[in-house]
C-alpha cells in the first residue's frame, strides 16, 4: 500500500485547508485510517481516525467541531477538511493505514505512513 498525501499549506487563522491521501495498491475498505501531526519539537498525535469495520471516529480534543475526516471509494482517497484553523494547528500532517480494523491513535498499529504535508497557520 502506497499513501500520498496532499494539501498542505499556509493559510491565516481562521482559515481552511483540505488535506487528501491518494491511497495505491489495495482499497480504502480494508483499512482504518488516520491523520496524524507532528509539531516541531513535540510527539506525533492522531488528530483523526476513522475504523475500517464500523466507520467509528476520532478526534483530537483541539478539534473536534472543526475538522472532518472522509474517504471517497471511488477515488481511493481519504480527506481531512480542516476549518476555523488556528496556529497551534501548525505542523506535519501525515496519513497513515492501519490493517487493525478498530478505532485506534496507536502509531505502532499503523504498517503504512505517507509523507508529511505541512499545514502552517499565520497571520
Known amino acids: 500500500v502506497q499513501l500520498q498525501a496532499s494539501g498542505g499549506g499556509k493559510v491565516q487563522p481562521g482559515g481552511s485547508l483540505r488535506l487528501s491521501c491518494v491511497v495505491s495498491g489495495n482499497t480504502v475498505n480494508d483499512y482504518t485510517w488516520g491523520w496524524f501531526r507532528q509539531a516541531p519539537g513535540k510527539e506525533r498525535e492522531a488528530v483523526s481516525v476513522?475504523?475500517?469495520?464500523?466507520?467509528?471516529?476520532y478526534f483530537h480534543a483541539s478539534v473536534k467541531g472543526r475538522f472532518t475526516m472522509s474517504r471517497d471509494n471511488a477515488k481511493n482517497t481519504i480527506y481531512l477538511q480542516m476549518n476555523d484553523l488556528k496556529p497551534q494547528d501548525t505542523a506535519t500532517y501525515y496519513c497513515?493505514?492501519?490493517?487493525?480494523?478498530?478505532?485506534?491513535?496507536?502509531?505502532?498499529?499503523?504498517?503504512?505512513w505517507g509523507q508529511g504535508t505541512q499545514v502552517t497557520v499565520s497571520s
Open positions: 476513522v475504523s475500517g469495520s464500523d466507520g467509528r471516529t
Open positions: 497513515a493505514a492501519s490493517i487493525n480494523l478498530v478505532t485506534t491513535i496507536q502509531l505502532n498499529e499503523y504498517e503504512y
